[in-house]
């Protein structure tokens, strides 16, 4: 500098000093100016603040500056197209993105609520207290978060004729029972069965099953037998010995479903003590014919002997005493199908007989004691010899006839 002031002449480094001086002094004062004139600005990205001297105009150009990038579904104080003014405060805040998976239907959003309640409320989605979630409701949302929502449906369970609601997401009809503590016993009926996929429009029935036993005593009433004494006068009567009614004890079956008796099957019969019979003579002996009366013609006598021979022909047949029981088409032991042996419908044709066809032959016409005229249409397992089985409509005939000792005649 000391050659440099040397080698110039003293006005010419006057006017350089000078011009040296006057252009620092302007730049200085175009500094100023320059930072005078920017604008102080407070940022609070996604919660940290900073404050930021800036010459840019809009809000847009001051977040490209501050290296912030702004989405449409970011959170922004200001429009991004706000003019920047001194003392200007703008918070940013960064979207999330959340998926949510309701009952496999995924949907993607985008949100800056901190926790999970509040964007379901921002969503307006409804998740309700029995429904199964992936994550609580007071969790913290986070970016690419995956809720997911099984959503509750009830189910109507009618157990044992009580009928109650179930909320349930899904899963089987066994493990539906087991959450809300409904057993099932082995003889009950269940329906759906219990790995059957649970469904709001299929209704889960229990039918509670009780079997039981009942043992009754039945009286038997015993049966008047008549006997052809030839000894006794005809039209007089003598009782040979007195009856005695019988005790047949009987074991049922009992099975009811939700407390109703739906039926009751007889599973064993053992008779205690035998009816025994109320035996009456019946005289046949014909009374001694006064002299008088032996003067009538013998064509009289052959003219009523034609008549009774008619009239023992109209009322004949053969006649016999038979131990009788009494069944019904629905009997235990039966086939069911309420057709017997010859094929007559048991259901249509009240008055059969079962038989044994060593005694009295299929198809005949029979006139049996306190039953009336049958027609030997049927056979049994334990109809044999002296035996004869009547058919009854309903279970109760059958029971009142019990077993007896009655007459039969075979007609045709």
């Not at 000093?17 to 730049?27: D, P």
């Not at 009830?154 to 409904?182: F, P, R, S």
């Not at 057993?183 to 029935?205: C, E, Q, R």
């Not at 008796?261 to 003590?273: A, P």
Request: net charge negative; proline share 1%; with cysteine.
């Amino acid at each position: 500098m000391k050659i440099f002031s040397k080698l110039l002449p003293n006005s010419t480094r006057n006017w350089i000093l000078t011009g040296v001086g006057l252009l620092a002094l302007i730049v200085f004062t175009g500094f100023i100016i320059v930072e005078t004139t920017k604008a102080e600005v407070v940022v609070k990205d996604n919660g940290e603040k900073e404050t930021i001297q800036t010459h840019a105009e809009t809000v847009k150009e001051l977040l490209d500056e501050t290296g912030i990038t702004y989405s449409q579904h970011d959170e922004l104080s200001h429009n991004i197209d706000a003019p920047i003014e001194d003392g200007m405060n703008i918070t940013y805040k960064e979207a999330q993105k959340v998926t949510v998976v309701v009952d496999d239907e995924e949907t993607d959003y985008y949100t800056t609520r901190d926790n999970l309640q509040e964007f379901l409320n921002e969503k307006d989605i409804s998740v309700s207290k029995h429904d199964e979630t992936s994550h609580e409701k007071d969790a913290t949302i986070s970016d690419g978060m995956e809720f997911t929502v099984d959503k509750a449906f009830q189910v109507t369970i009618n157990n044992g004729g009580e009928k109650e609601k179930a909320w349930t997401t899904g899963g089987t009809v066994g493990e539906l029972l087991e959450e809300n503590n409904i057993t099932i016993d082995d003889d009950d009926k269940l329906k759906p069965a219990k790995k059957k996929a649970v469904s709001k429009d299929n209704p889960i029935t229990v039918t509670r099953v009780e079997k039981e036993t009942d043992v009754v005593k039945e009286k038997v009433d015993f049966q008047v037998e008549e006997r052809e004494d030839s000894s006794l006068e005809k039209g007089k009567k003598k009782v040979i010995s007195e009856g005695r009614e019988g005790v047949v004890v009987k074991e049922y079956k009992i099975t009811k479903e939700n407390g109703e008796q739906v039926s009751r099957d007889l599973i064993d019969e053992e008779v205690e003590q035998e009816s025994k019979n109320r035996v009456v003579a019946i005289g046949t002996k014909e009374k001694k014919q006064e002299a008088s009366l032996r003067t009538v013609s013998s064509e009289k006598s052959n003219s009523q002997r034609n008549d009774n021979s008619k009239e023992s022909s109209n009322s004949g047949g053969n006649v016999m005493h038979m131990n009788a029981t009494a069944y019904t088409v629905d009997c235990v032991g039966c086939n069911g199908s309420g057709v017997t042996a010859t094929g007559i419908n048991l259901r249509e044709n009240s008055k059969v007989v079962s038989v044994d066809p060593n005694v009295i032959p299929l198809g005949s016409r029979v006139w049996v004691e306190g039953y009336g005229e049958a027609v030997a249409g049927d056979t049994g397992g334990d109809i044999k010899g002296n035996r004869i089985d009547l058919h009854f409509k309903s279970k109760s005939q059958a029971l009142n006839f019990g077993r007896k000792t009655v007459k039969v005649k075979i007609l045709n």
